[in-house]
Nanobody, 126 residues
Framework: QVQLVESGGGLVQAGDSLRLSCASSGGTLRGYTVGWFRQAPGKEREFVSSIRWGGGHTYYAEFAKGRFTISRDNAKNTVFLQMNSLKPEDTAVYFC???????????????????WGQGTQVTVSS
């Protein structure tokens, strides 16, 4: 059973960087697509980025392109989200998710993902 644990959130200033990690404590992520979503107060959860098992295919929301980079270390069973040039509007709880059968058209829909972590808070001050 995949059990996801996020880490790396915190309070930073605008322009700073953070690297979030998503690790599986219950089972291997082999064969899983892993994604990041975020939810700001009063807003719906939104897609940020995702990466296929092989790491060769990555996907980003428009707001993440050029600032965020997703990567994975399959040997360590961990996926990373490097976030640069952070803005106050990036403030949210960031969740990682995993799914073994996700199709491309469903990737941005949070209801399509099977496994979720508990989230990590990212706060960006101006």
């Amino acid at each position: 059973q995949v059990q996801l644990v996020e880490s790396g959130g915190g309070l930073v200033q605008a322009g700073d960087s953070l690297r979030l990690s998503c690790a599986s404590s219950g089972g291997t992520l082999r064969g899983y697509t892993v994604g990041w979503f975020r939810q700001a107060p009063g807003k719906e959860r939104e897609f940020v980025s995702s990466i296929r098992w092989g790491g060769g295919h990555t996907y980003y929301a428009e707001f993440a392109k050029g600032r965020f980079t997703i990567s994975r270390d399959n040997a360590k069973n961990t996926v990373f989200l490097q976030m640069n040039s952070l803005k106050p509007e990036d403030t949210a709880v960031y969740f990682c998710a995993a799914d073994s059968r996700l199709i491309l058209s469903a990737m941005r829909d949070d209801s399509s993902w099977d496994y979720w972590g508990q989230g990590t808070q990212v706060t960006v001050s101006s």
